[in-house]
């Protein structure tokens, strides 16, 4: 790749990055910005960019649980939804080009419903930047937000497919073999040891069994490596191998943003068409609200949900190149895409930032919209006769339960947002229940007058102080502390009413709660003799 290209794409990338926005964001404008200098997109540039699509099948595919897509929320809320927004955008964008606006003159049904469709997906790589900075990956509106975007993969994988108008060789149905080489795969998996074995295992995997074996037979290579991603994905190490190989995707996906700047033309009208676009935003929004509220998510999941949605998608600039390449749409329409999705990035982040305050000042108008049966994952949560709250369960919340339980008994609780954690915690012997604890409805299906002693060991500082925040505005009145990862979060945790903070680099879990018990001695002694 050019060192000029590499430059820019740093800079602005860089700059994007210092206000919040994802990279991606910087990486197409400094496509634009290469093309304004005159420069053009080359073999090589196109070679990483396809290379870096590949990766992202893989590692897609790696992460892919058929259960999760089983779920009625994911697989028809997705379904439905890109139907929808098909029909609704492809009629508008029709309706332009009967107009005669200038852009869209031309354009049939099918290639408005092609447009409509690339504008269909929402970003996975903004979303789940989103939900992991605010910790909330494990919550319920994160696992369904998340299944639904590799839902929409699939159906971008399939439309992939099918778009190279290839017909498969006979050999193709030798591509069932693969399975019965899982066993072998998952004995090399064991053996690579965690050392440079892994990536090259995983690169491995990707670019020759799936992507080169499915293309030696007539098939999409892209569909080759999702194809063993997910065929990989059931193995213990394919956290590790995804993980291994996510610097290697993310470089090689600069060079498609790149390609997609360089090979679109930008002008003032694709613009204002992007504007355009971005306008119908809240309709996806809204739709994603609706729809996951008829499966009986909460008011609150459902927001959250849609919030991390509301974005056009790094997969709608591949369908679009796609149709670019085949002919079907003009290349201005790829540089309408890339604005659009650049755009929603920009009015997303601070959307998704909001999104908790944001509930709770339209809750009176969202709770109406749910319907009277809740979701098996989203019912009540009774605490009990609990008397200490330890929320987030992980390696330092799991050493102050032990130590606690110790003292004073079964009156501990533990809350966690992760499923899986909270199954490992229940064969342990644990009282863990699933929940959010920065879920505002959460708080009020508590009766905190029955809590003394919260104690918050959760990883992120905007969800610790969150909590905070619903403990004040609840009729709790007992002692609040907390664990901090830096020692400025201590200072703002303590601005914030937490009476303790420990520092959790020096402190581990039973560190933690001998401390607690030290500092409010008095206030925990009526808990060793609850009342009954």
Known sequence: MDPVFLGIAFV????????????????????????????????????FADLGVTLLLFSIGLKLKIETLLKPEVWAG?????????????????????????????????????????LSFSSTVFAVKALEEKGEMPSLHGRVAIGILIMQDVFAVVFITFSTGKVPSPWALALFGLILLRPLLFRIMDRCGHGELIPLFGLFAA?????????????????GALALGILLAGHGRAKEISDSLLSFKD???????????????????????ALLFVLLLPFKAALFFVLLTRFHLR?????????????????????????????????????????????????????????????????????????????PDDQPIYPGATRIAILGMGRIGTGAYEV?????????????????????????????????????????????????????????LNANLDVVQRLADSPYDGKITAVARFPDEVETLEQAGVHLVVDSVTQAGAGFASQVQQEFEAELAAIAAPDT
């Open 12 to 47: 602005l990338g860089f700059a994007t990055r210092q206000v919040g926005l994802p990279p991606l964001v910087g990486f197409l404008a400094a496509g634009f910005a290469l093309a304004g200098l005159g420069f053009e997109s080359g073999p090589t540039l196109v070679q």
């Open 78 to 118: 997705t379904s439905i939804h890109m139907v929808a927004t098909v029909v609704v955008f492809g009629l508008l964008v029709f309706a332009l080009a009967a107009a005669g606006v200038r852009l869209f003159a031309g354009l049939d049904l099918a290639t408005s419903a092609l447009i409509a469709f690339a």
């Open 207 to 223: 670019i020759v069994l799936g992507a080169e074996a499915f293309d030696q037979v007539g098939m999409k290579s892209d569909l």
């Open 251 to 273: 470089i090689l996906l600069v060079g498609f943003f790149l390609n997609i700047g360089l090979t679109a033309t930008l002008s003032v009208e694709a613009v204002l068409i």
């Open 299 to 375: 008011a609150r999941s459902s927001s959250l949900a849609a919030c991390s949605l509301a974005t056009y998608s790094e997969f709608g600039l591949i369908v679009g190149a796609i149709g670019v390449a085949n002919g079907w749409l003009a290349a201005d329409w790829l540089a309408v895409v890339a604005v659009a999705l650049a755009v929603s990035f920009v009015l997303g982040a601070p959307l998704n930032a909001m999104a908790h305050g944001l509930y709770a000042r339209f809750h009176d108008r969202l709770v109406p919209w749910e319907s009277e049966t809740r979701h």
């Open 404 to 460: 606690m339980r110790a003292r004073f008994g079964d009156v501990i609780l533990g809350l966690d947002s992760n499923p899986d954690k909270v199954a490992a915690h229940h064969e342990a012997g644990r009282n863990v229940i699933q929940g959010d604890a920065t879920d505002s409805d959460f708080w009020q299906r508590v009766q905190p007058g029955k809590i003394r002693l919260v104690m918050l060991t959760m990883s992120e």
